[in-house]
């Protein structure tokens, strides 16, 4: 029987070439497009498997009631996991975890002259952005394999650090890295007490160096408290089945131990489930894509189906010979779909190749290292499964409709084929381009959406800016460096701040007109002078942080906009205000500005005042850019000599959701031009055949005095009105789609008709172009040529 498939399928190949072609080559295209989504998705859904008690452990998280909607954060206070694991037996470990980000790391590699006296080179220095600190029972609940190390002892003395296999290699090369010293920030030395072995790239938890947790508060962070949520706190339950169960009894225990204004609820989440359920909420995206790769699937197997439907004719004859001999309605559909299933198995096979060339540029684009594993049985049951939904998809239909006709009017060519062909051609055409314009309109939304984000006037100014990382000698001598740079006529101002100012985390703090007022969220940005002029903020009130004013440095403060609507505040300026307990008085209010890409509520903006925040922010004029840069780097070398010149432009900042939307845009970017470029091929393929079944009538009008306009008309009428009425069906379905696309953003784009219009003439003039040459072709060929060949 198989053997019989295979030889009737190949001979239809080469039978029909051109048709075989446009098949083959639609489908593979839709199957790479569709295996490309599905190894990233796979490597979603495999996050964090490789952690040998990944059923037991449990991340912390907490509900805050922000008034206008709730928001759940992945992290917690730094005295969440010592009073979890004492308060509770059913806590075998609790651990913290958090980044410390950027620090200097520095190292002595020693070598050995030809007395045995030991040497040292010049200092190796490396800015390193992967240092993260942990309690040191983070060997106890997760499997990072040590190479060398005690995984109970690692991290217990306050100055060890753990490395990864790749960074002692970096730092040490083949010399043992045991028990080495490495410095941090030219100030604090480490001794490498662990190595880490190589561990998937599929990790929540990604590092290249351990240190203690109590480095922290050297670094004048408090790991103390309760309020706030700076840290991840994960559980290792001694029963996964408890967790429910010790999950409700969370706000109790808490509600005891601090207080908040804000409604506030402790939950435990399971591990497994924290990069689909957790703050970034994964699964949204995972099912966005995977939703995506089916549709690309179905637009392909669409335009297999409608092909296969339309060249029906030229296999009537044999559907009606093999009923005659005997072959029932069962073995007919076991052949068509074997015929589907083995073009699905070269579409796969072609797919494979496609995606081994593609892949290095697909990673590089979405900045990962996605690999296909085709030695990873469940992989190749993936695969199956994915031949086997394409052969199902893209034959059922063909084979059933080739099935259904009685061989009697077969034969005598009596069978009436065109309503229950011709109409559902026209459906899957209409369905094929509604997904089309729906793949389009997102496409274009996403971009013009984080085109804005960058460009928009969202009260800051990035332009002509650059900002340098503090490092400790820095921050000691920044005033002097400032004075430096200012001295400089082609450099406009400098300040310093503790964050980015387009993207400010949001904390629970106690703020208000008393000391016993609301724990509210807020957003709070230490700002030193010139602030304001550097990013172009604007001042509505009062004023802001001068040096002509020695005592601005002590218990004043800025707030913008929302803080004192708040506090129905009608002239603030002036007015007492409490921050942490503390009594500050308000010296000036800031508009409202985006300080952060998407809307979570809390948008109260603080900003104290501080000498000098973790980044330096240089403003320069337009002209004489690379000279100035010189002036700076140099100025930076004269008052920061251990210190590499690292700078960024703000204009080319990404926070992490307009990174992630970037990247996300341009992965649909691509795919629509596949699923455009598989519509068109569809669309040529099934008028090719169209304008070979009206080759009669076409003669025929010709012969009647039609002239080529005429015949045009009627012809492509028939395939772009159902172009139309996708577009019609794809309208509101896409407002609805850019609605919940937008929802979320604090400031977004106005999409108007007018894009949908433009979408809707785009792919019409694209649909009539496609079809175009095979239309003209008919239409301009000599009538009694068309009649000699009918």
């Not at 004719?313 to 009923?323: A, H, S």
Request: glycine share 6%; with cysteine; hydrophobic share 45%.
């Amino acid at each position: 029987m198989f053997k019989n498939i295979l030889k009737t399928t190949l001979r239809i190949l080469i039978r029909n070439k051109i048709y075989s072609v446009i098949n083959l080559l639609g489908l593979s295209i839709g199957v790479t497009c569709s295996l490309l989504i599905l190894i990233w998705v796979w490597k979603e859904v495999t996050y964090d498997r490789f952690h040998e008690n990944i059923k037991n452990i449990f991340l912390v998280q907490q509900t805050m009631d922000l008034g206008t909607g709730e928001y759940t954060t992945d992290r917690s206070g730094g005295a969440f996991a010592g009073a979890l694991k004492e308060g509770f037996p059913e806590v075998k470990e609790a651990v913290r975890v958090t980044a410390v980000g950027e620090l200097l790391l520095s190292y002595y590699p020693p070598i050995n002259d030809s007395s045995d006296n030991q040497t040292s080179l010049e200092e190796m220095k490396f800015i390193e952005n992967g240092v993260d600190a942990a309690d040191s029972t983070i060997f106890n609940v997760f499997s990072f394999p040590l190479l060398k190390g005690d995984p109970q002892s690692a991290l217990k003395e306050p100055y060890s650090i753990v490395l990864t296999k790749e960074m002692a290699e970096k730092y040490f090369g083949e010399e043992d890295p045991m028990d080495q010293i490495i410095r941090i920030n030219q100030k604090y030395e480490f001794k490498v007490t662990g190595i880490v072995d190589e561990y998937p790239e599929n990790s929540t938890i990604l590092f290249d160096f351990l240190v203690p947790f109590s480095f922290l508060a050297e670094l004048g962070r408090d790991i103390n408290r309760y309020e706030g949520n700076p840290y991840f706190t994960f559980l290792l339950l001694n029963n996964p089945e408890e967790y429910k169960k010790l999950s409700d009894q969370l706000p109790d225990f808490f509600s005891a131990r601090f207080d908040s204004d804000i409604f506030v609820v402790q939950k435990l989440l399971p591990f497994a489930r924290m990069r689909f359920f957790g703050e970034g909420r994964g699964f949204y995206v995972v099912l966005i894509f995977s939703i995506l790769a089916l549709l690309i699937l179905i637009i392909a197997c669409i335009n297999f189906m409608n092909l296969s439907t339309a060249r029906f004719l030229t296999r009537t004859k044999e559907v009606g010979i093999r009923k005659v001999v005997g072959a029932s309605r069962r073995q007919l559909i076991r052949q068509f779909i074997g015929e589907t299933m083995f073009m699905a198995f070269l579409s796969i096979n072609i797919a494979i190749l496609a995606v081994d060339i593609i892949l290095p540029s697909f990673n590089k684009l979405l900045g990962t290292e996605l690999t296909l594993n085709l030695s990873n049985p469940y992989f190749l049951i993936l695969l199956i499964l994915l031949m086997l939904l394409t052969g199902l998809i893209a034959g059922s239909y063909p084979a059933f409709f080739l099935s259904s006709f009685k061989s009697v009017d077969v034969l005598k060519k009596t069978m009436v084929t065109g309503s229950r062909g011709g109409r559902l051609r026209k459906v899957l055409v209409v369905v094929q381009f509604t997904f089309t314009i729906g793949f389009i309109v997102a496409t274009i939304v996403t971009f013009l959406q984080f085109k804005y984000l960058q460009t928009s006037n969202i009260g800051v100014n990035r332009e002509n800016i650059i900002y340098l990382p503090v490092s400790n000698e820095l921050g000691k001598n920044y005033f002097y460096l400032k004075q430096e740079l200012l001295a400089n006529p082609d450099i406009i101002s400098v300040t310093s701040g503790s964050h980015i100012p387009v993207y400010v985390d949001l904390g629970e703090v106690t703020w208000g007109l008393k000391s016993e007022d609301i724990n509210d969220l807020a957003r709070i940005i230490l700002v030193s002078y010139d602030f304001l002029n550097t990013f172009d903020i604007k001042l509505t009130e009062g004023r802001f942080y001068s040096p002509e004013y020695p005592t601005d440095t002590v218990n004043k403060i800025i707030v913008n906009e929302a803080v004192t609507s708040k506090l129905e505040l009608d002239d603030p300026v002036g007015k007492i205000f409490y921050l942490a307990e503390e009594s500050y008085t308000i010296i000036g209010v800031v508009e409202n500005f985006m300080s952060f890409p998407v809307k979570l509520g809390g948008e109260n903006l603080i900003l104290p005042f501080e000498k000098v925040g973790n980044y330096i922010f240089i403003k320069m004029k337009d002209s004489n850019k690379s000279v100035t840069l010189n002036y700076i780097e140099a100025s930076h070398e004269k008052f920061n000599p251990y210190y590499p010149f690292i700078y960024f432009h703000m204009e080319d900042y990404l926070d992490p959701i307009s990174d992630a939307m970037d990247t996300a845009g341009r992965l649909i970017f691509y795919f629509t031009i596949f699923g455009i470029f598989i519509s068109c091929l569809g669309l040529f393929g099934l008028s090719t055949f169209m304008t070979e079944q009206k080759t009669k009538e076409i003669g025929i009008r010709k012969a009647m005095g039609a002239s080529i306009r005429r015949i045009l008309l009627i012809i492509n009428a028939e395939f772009l009105k159902l172009v139309i009425i996708a577009f019609i069906i794809s309208t509101p379905l896409s407002i609805l789609l850019i609605k919940v696309m937008l929802k979320g953003f604090s400031s977004r784009i106005e999409v108007g008709p007018k894009l949908y219009i433009l979408t809707g003439l785009f792919v019409f003039v694209l649909s009539f172009i496609t079809i175009l040459y095979q239309t003209l072709y008919a239409a301009t060929r000599n009538p009694a040529e068309s009649l000699r060949y009918e």
